[in-house]
Antibody, heavy 121, light 108 residues
């Protein structure tokens, strides 16, 4: 079955760069139609889509955060990495990675459990 | 960017009630609309994709409808485990996805 697990620091200082890793199993990121995305959720707030990367290495980013985000994949390691530069306390929240397939109208059908990131000095 | 607006923001209902949540897109998204359920401290779960297709394992009391800009999620007979927050999400624009602000469904 498909599983995804997020990992990274729990505490980051303002202005630093945040690096999160999504390690997955049960699918290949080389399969046509597959993408892995990142979504975050500030405490007690709504979900916010950040970015995703397709099997063919096509990458898409949130318009408002595009200048600060970078997403890469390593299909041999079954990992997707998201980096966010110049973090601020407003970036505090739970970060999820999720699997997407274009055959399901690009919906996120499997999610990781999330990792809580706090930005504070 | 496509904006997604859900209504209501919160809703109180009783077990057995029929409940409808609405999601409106700022432009035509055809049927590229998904619904998710999220319980406190848990990751969201996909309920419906393509506006009306039930994801595997989702109970049949959940249904979705709509196309273009107006969509609904209906729960035909609320069960205790359905009290949660529900989000819609558009994926028409593969350049940028968008979630609605969420609808919190609470027990009356």
């Amino acid at each position: 079955q498909i599983t995804l697990t997020e990992s990274g620091p729990t505490l980051v200082k303002p202005t630093q760069t945040l690096t999160l890793t999504c390690t997955f199993s049960g699918f290949s990121h080389s399969t046509a139609g597959v993408a892995v995305g990142w979504i975050r959720q500030p405490p007690e707030k709504a979900l916010e889509w950040l970015a995703h990367i397709y099997w063919n290495d096509a990458k898409f980013y949130s318009t408002s955060l595009k200048s600060r985000l970078a997403i890469t994949k390593d299909s041999s390691k079954n990992q997707v990495v998201l980096t966010m530069t110049n973090v601020d306390p407003v970036d505090t929240g739970t970060y999820y990675c999720a699997h997407l397939h274009t055959s399901n109208y690009h919906s996120y059908d499997f999610w990781g459990q999330g990792t809580l990131v706090t930005v504070s000095s | 960017d496509i904006q997604m607006t859900q209504s209501p923001s919160s809703l109180s209902a009783s077990v057995g009630d029929r409940v409808t949540i609405t999601c409106r897109a700022s432009q035509n998204i055809n049927t590229y609309l998904s619904w998710y359920q999220q319980k406190p401290g848990k990751a969201p779960k996909l309920l419906i994709y393509g506006a009306s297709t039930l994801h595997s394992g989702v109970p049949s009391r959940f249904s979705g409808s709509g196309s273009g800009t107006d969509f609904t999620l209906t729960i035909s007979s609320l069960q205790p485990e359905d009290f949660a927050t529900y989000y819609c999400q558009q994926s028409q624009s593969s350049i940028m996805y968008t979630f609605g602000q969420g609808t919190k469904l609470e027990i009356k």
